[in-house]
C-alpha cells in the first residue's frame, strides 16, 4: 500500500512539474507585457515548440500542414484602433482528408500556441479537421495594450471577422463539391467559451455547432480584465 501510494505520489509530481514547465515557457513570459511588439520579441512567430508537451494524444509534425502569420483586420477595430493584427495559425491534414472546419478560441490572458495547440493538432490529425486558432485581441502576439477589452462586442467583432475570412471561407474552398460547404465548428475555453457561445448568438445560421470548455460569462471575464488593468 505504501508501495503504491509512493508510485502515484511520483506521477503527480512529474505530472505538476511539467505543468509548471509548459506554464513558464509557453503562457507566463508573456504575462503584463503591454504590447504586442514586446510580447512578439519574447516568444516569436518561428519559435520552436520542442519543449511543450504533446498531451495524451500525440501528434507526428508530418501528419499535418501549418501555416502562420497576421491577419490584418479589415472592418473591426481594437480598442478603437483600425487596420490591427491577429496573429494566427491554420492546420490542415496531409493526407488532404478533410471533414469540417474548427475554429478555436484560446482563454482569458491565454494564446493558441500555449497547451491549446495540443488540441488543434488531435482535431487536425485525427478528425480530419481544417482547424484555424488565433490570438485575440490584446492576447498572444496580436495586437492590443495586454488583456485591454474596452468593449465586450468589439472584441467578439475581431475574432468573428477573422473566422468569417479564414475559416468559414475555408468551407467552401476545401469541400469536395462547392455546392456544399464543409460545416464549421467552434471551440473555445473559458473567455474563449464566452466569445463562442456571443458568436453563436450574433450569426447562429454561420455555425454546425460549439465545443465549450468551462465557458465564462463575458461580465465575468470585463470584470477581471479590469481588476487587472488597476494593479500596479
Known amino acids: 500500500m505504501v508501495e503504491h501510494s509512493s508510485t502515484v505520489l511520483l ?3 512529474g505530472v505538476a ?5 509548459a506554464y513558464r515557457l509557453f503562457w507566463f513570459p508573456l504575462r503584463h507585457l503591454r504590447t504586442a511588439e514586446q510580447r512578439r520579441l519574447v ?5 520552436s515548440r520542442a519543449h511543450l508537451p504533446q498531451g495524451p494524444v500525440p501528434v507526428r509534425d508530418e501528419e499535418l500542414r501549418s501555416v502562420s502569420g497576421y491577419y490584418r483586420l479589415k472592418s473591426s477595430t481594437i480598442n478603437g484602433a483600425p487596420g490591427k493584427q491577429l496573429f494566427y495559425t491554420s492546420l490542415t491534414p496531409a493526407d488532404g482528408k478533410i471533414d469540417c472546419v474548427v475554429a478555436f478560441v484560446h482563454g482569458y490572458s491565454n494564446h493558441h500556441r500555449s497547451l491549446q495547440m495540443n488540441q488543434m ?3 487536425c490529425a485525427k478528425y480530419h479537421a481544417h482547424v484555424l486558432g488565433f490570438d485575440m485581441p490584446s492576447h498572444g502576439l496580436s495586437d492590443g495594450v495586454y488583456v485591454l477589452m474596452q468593449d465586450w462586442h468589439e472584441f467578439v467583432g475581431a475574432a468573428e471577422e477573422i473566422i468569417e475570412s479564414l ?4 468551407c467552401t474552398a476545401l469541400a469536395r463539391d462547392p455546392s456544399s460547404p464543409l460545416p464549421l465548428f467552434l471551440a473555445g475555453v473559458s473567455m474563449g467559451g464566452g466569445v463562442c ?11 454546425s455547432g ?22 500596479p
Not at 457561445?197 to 455555425?207: D, G, S, V
Open 167 to 170: 475559416g468559414k471561407a475555408q
Open 197 to 207: 457561445a456571443t458568436l453563436a448568438l450574433r450569426r447562429p445560421q454561420m455555425y
Open 121 to 123: 493538432r488531435v482535431y
Open 17 to 21: 512539474a511539467v505543468g509548471a514547465a
Open 43 to 47: 516568444l516569436p512567430p518561428a519559435a
Open 11 to 13: 506521477l503527480l509530481a
Open 210 to 231: 460549439m465545443i465549450l470548455e468551462a465557458p465564462s460569462k463575458p461580465s465575468a471575464t470585463l470584470s477581471t480584465a479590469a481588476a487587472l488593468r488597476t494593479q
